[in-house]
């Protein structure tokens, strides 16, 4: 997710763990330990207001292993919000 914001408007790239949650549809409970992970690897790091953005390390990772826009299921993610557009 933060990828993709990255890609669409990398000047309001960052999301704050509410908007993980709202979009994910899971508790807080079950993001901490991911972010912790993401962030002990360097791949996220958390600003002082509290939001998540995704460093280069991160971003050359998540390119490394193919983007997400070539994965299948955010084609049809991105189809559902063009229609819905």
């Known amino acids: 997710m933060l990828y993709t914001k990255t890609v669409h408007d990398p000047e309001r790239a ?33 600003a002082d207001n509290g939001r998540f953005t995704i460093t280069v390390l991160g971003f050359d990772e998540v390119e490394s ?13 991105e189809s559902a919000n063009e229609a819905a557009s």
């Not at 292993?65 to 993610?77: D, N, R, T, Y």
């Open 65 to 77: 292993h193919g983007s997400p826009a070539e994965q299948p299921h955010f084609k049809l993610i």
């Open 14 to 46: 960052s999301m704050s763990i509410i908007e993980f949650e709202q979009m994910l549809g899971c508790p807080r409970e079950h993001l901490e330990t991911a972010l912790w992970y993401l962030k002990g690897k360097g791949y996220v790091k958390r």
